[in-house]
């Protein structure tokens, strides 16, 4: 069965073709994906043999503008620093449209807070989409410097969970 990682590189490139339809079968395991307006992103169907299983087609990734900040204004080379720090971190984002977990279960401890260090495919979240919990790896190794998302939020496909500062 495919990972979540490679079902998103999968839903990456089909998007970015000029394909409009894809189907992947595997040990009664099925992966349909399919533009219907090539203006549209890709909608994925996931169906295991026995129950069907349709995940939500993935939205647009939206920015949202941050609070306006009241403190006076940073000098030149401060806000060049800040740029700088920035651009050199990473956001983990979500593969699909879900309930964001922080832990495994109610009753025990959260993956990761901030300030925690990660490497490449330690376990930062779960995903919960249709019943099915999905781990959300580490794509870089670093330390966790902001949880963007609170326990049991709903997210949307593409939407960043977690701020990385790379090692």
Do not use: W
């Not at 992947?24 to 549209?40: H, S």
């Not at 403190?71 to 593969?95: D, F, R, V, Y």
């Amino acid at each position: 069965m495919l990972k979540v990682q490679e079902i998103r590189e999968l839903i990456k490139l089909v998007d970015q073709s000029s394909i409009n339809e894809f189907v992947y079968e595997q040990d009664g395991t099925k992966i349909k994906m399919k533009k219907t307006n090539p203006e549209q992103p890709v909608s994925v169907v996931y169906q295991q043999a026995p129950e069907p299983v349709q995940a939500a087609a993935p939205a647009a990734v939206q920015v949202q503008a941050a609070a306006p900040n009241n403190e006076a204004p940073a000098a030149p080379a401060a806000q060049e620093t800040k740029e700088e720090t920035q651009e050199n971190l990473h956001k983990i984002t979500s593969p699909m449209v879900g309930t964001f977990y922080a832990s495994p279960s109610p009753d025990q401890g959260t993956y990761v807070e901030v300030g925690s260090k990660v490497k490449i495919g330690s376990i930062v979240c779960i995903v919960e989409a249709m019943k099915l919990f999905n781990e959300i790896e580490s794509e870089v190794d670093g330390e966790i410097v902001e949880i963007l998302v609170k326990d049991g939020q709903l997210v949307e496909y593409g939407q960043p969970l977690f701020v990385v500062k790379p090692e």
